[in-house]
């Protein structure tokens, strides 16, 4: 069984990284798994495509860009957030059927991987990761509180559009076209971002099974708290409060209004504001300072898994508090690490934090009992130390690799049975 993976990159961001680790899992599992990407980031041989040290494929990377940011500039309303419009014309179909597998696996595959018509030029089973919502949206990669995905796009709040024939619909028109009877097997990666497909109007008819992310317990493991925070340089006599995720602070999506609020909210308890800090990972210090009411340490861009087991061991609660969340990797990370996860009752979140057993799930969107979860975690030593016995048996017992990679080995058998039983016919 030859499987290739298709993701724009091999280790830039979260759902390449997931790709990533899968693909590993699944070699050592004995299946040959390959990965085809447009931008590498390893010196991984199993990982086809240009590392971008050239300046010839700078040049590339650049013109696909373009390309992908153009029509973008049309929309002087645009709001903050990822949208791809999918046109760049690579040589995607080709570098497939030079390869030629048996199972083609999409994961995040925008900003100019992939165009929507390539998909049934492939000529294989086709299985497609759901890393967030792109797949059946008209370019939005979260869609917030528009539910336009259900119908057919238009009017796309995030392109700022009031036009019904706008970006998003015509992206949704060529999806609409590509896809339609053609069948793919779709996994996402929690069952929040199921239940949003089995809703839309492009993957409602599809076959859809969740398989969750997954997270390495042998390198994700509680260190020695001591020992990671004189690593870290961080506070021996505090209770260390950490968030963390690329941007932040600046993305909406990650919710750190919320948590400021907390914070603040905390911060007027005079235990806490003598005995709690925040720390704060993926922004390096701002030149104006955060209005947190805490003491803030800020430890930059932590680039590799050692560093972020330090600082989620280092921590005695994680909070995710994210508006919306494909599945929330920062959260099993944490809990791997032995440490408690505090979220909103939310999303992809839901599938890892369970309520009151290894973390807290707060009342949505409510920074008042997002403050009442961190100190409900804080506030009881004994009850910390069951919280952190449960936030690490959850990820052993649900969240491995090796389950992973068996969940999709039965997905890629099931698909070329399915397959030789057809050609049979």
């Known amino acids: 069984m030859k499987v290739l993976h298709l993701s724009t990159s091999d280790y830039s961001g979260g759902a390449a990284r997931g790709a990533y680790w899968m693909h590993k899992a699944l070699q050592q599992a004995n299946v040959n798994s390959m990965m085809l990407v447009a931008e590498k980031s390893t010196a991984d041989p199993s990982v086809i495509g240009s590392p971008g040290i050239t300046g010839a494929q700078k040049i590339v990377n650049g013109i696909r860009q373009t390309v992908e940011y153009w029509p973008l500039k049309r929309y002087k309303q645009k709001q ?190 005079d235990r806490w504001q003598t005995q709690a800090e925040a720390v704060i990972f993926g922004t390096d210090r701002p030149a104006r300072p955060l209005n947190l009411g805490l003491n803030t340490a800020f430890l930059g861009r932590l680039h590799d898994d050692t560093m972020l087991a330090l600082a989620y061991s280092a921590a005695d609660v994680m909070v995710v508090p994210s508006i919306q969340e494909a599945f929330g990797k920062t959260s099993i990370e944490a809990m791997a690490c032995g440490t408690p996860v505090v979220s909103f009752d939310s999303t992809g979140l839901k599938d890892s934090v369970v309520h009151r057993q290894n973390g807290y799930r707060a009342q949505c969107f409510c920074s008042d009992d997002l403050a009442a979860g961190i100190m409900w975690v804080l506030e009881d030593d004994a009850r910390w130390a069951t919280l952190s016995r449960c936030a690490r048996s959850t990820v052993t017992a649900q969240f491995t690799f090796k389950r992973q990679a068996q969940r999709y080995q039965a997905v890629y058998l099931r698909l070329l049975n399915q397959a030789a039983a057809h050609s049979a016919d």
């Open 80 to 269: 903050p957030g990822f949208f791809s419009s999918a046109i760049f014309p690579s040589k995607l179909v080709k570098q497939v059927r030079d390869i030629d597998p048996d199972i083609i696996n999409l994961h995040w595959v925008s900003m100019g991987l992939l165009r929507p018509e390539y998909l049934r030029q492939f000529g294989k089973p086709i299985v497609w990761t759901l890393r967030d919502m792109w797949g059946f949206t008209g370019g939005c990669h979260y869609a917030g509180a528009c539910r336009r995905y259900e119908q057919q796009c238009g009017c796309c709040p995030l392109l700022g559009s009031a036009q019904e024939s706008d970006l998003s619909r015509q992206t949704w028109q060529r999806k609409y076209r590509a896809w339609e009877q053609l069948p793919m097997t779709l996994v996402p990666i929690s069952h929040w971002l199921a239940d949003c497909a089995r809703q839309s109007s492009l993957f409602k008819s599809k076959q859809i099974e969740v398989i969750p992310n997954a997270v390495d317990p042998e390198q994700y493991y509680p260190i020695n708290k001591k020992v990671a925070r004189d690593l870290l340089k961080l506070p021996q006599d505090k209770k260390l409060i950490l968030f963390g995720a690329i941007s932040p602070t600046a993305d909406k999506r990650k919710g750190f209004t919320y948590l400021a609020a907390a914070l603040r909210q905390l911060s007027q308890c």
